[in-house]
């Protein structure tokens, strides 16, 4: 008796469509972003377009009000170093009105090549503005500027009072006056909008 029912149900499972899928097509939309599915209709307040996903282009540094991760790279050579102190060098382009950088941090590679760096005292910093700004990281200290190795240091962000479309600037207290020694930084860092804050 049970054999005569295969027949029937097998006929009854084929005779109904699969839910939610449109025949002649690979996706499902219904389940799965695909072919532009995503549209300002299917957001609220219709500020992500197809188009955006599609483009890579996203959203903007004003809709997020700050800005992904990102990275830039300060190799300072030993004249660089020489005159740092009167003339520091800018690592970061100043953001634009409304907006601040936020340094993460820096990461920096004394480079030791066969005379070691000396500062005196000296500490390298990452400063708003100029070499007397307000500082954006923690110091790399005297001891790490002058080894006689090659060695890492990672100078974390301070906390303080940012300074509003600012460069920041890579500077030491004082000249290096002897070494050959040269400092490579990579500093992470984010644009903030404080504007509407």
């Keep these: ?3 005569l029912f295969k027949p ?16 002649g097509s690979s996706c499902d939309v219904s389940v799965s972003l695909c072919d532009n599915a995503v549209n300002s209709a299917k957001v609220e307040d219709g500020t992500l377009v ?3 996903l599609s483009s890579g282009a ?3 540094l004003a809709q997020m009000h700050v800005s992904a991760l990102k990275s830039v790279d300060v190799n300072l050579t030993a004249a660089q170093l020489d005159t740092l102190a009167a003339t520091p060098v800018t690592a970061i382009a100043a953001p634009g009105s409304g907006y601040v950088t936020q340094v993460m941090s820096a990461t920096c590679f004394v480079d030791f090549v066969a005379t070691r760096l000396e500062a005196g005292t000296a ?10 700004g307000v500082k954006a990281t923690a110091d790399v200290p005297n001891t790490t500027v002058e080894l006689n190795a090659d060695t890492h240091y990672i100078a974390v962000g301070a906390s303080g009072v940012p300074v509003a479309n600012a460069v920041i600037a890579a500077t030491i207290d004082a000249d290096v006056t002897s070494g050959d020694s ?3 930084c990579r500093l992470y860092y984010r644009t903030v909008q404080v504007s509407d804050i």
Excluded at 8 to 23: F, H, Q, R
Aim: net charge neutral; glycine share 8%; aromatic share 8%.
């Design 50 to 52: 197809s188009a955006d």
């Design 58 to 60: 996203g959203l903007t």
């Design 182 to 184: 040269i400092i490579n």
């Design 1 to 3: 008796m049970k054999n």
């Design 8 to 23: 029937l149900i097998l006929s009854l499972l084929l005779a109904v469509p699969a839910i939610g899928v449109t025949y």
């Design 123 to 132: 500490v390298l910093s990452f400063r708003y503005t100029d070499g007397s």
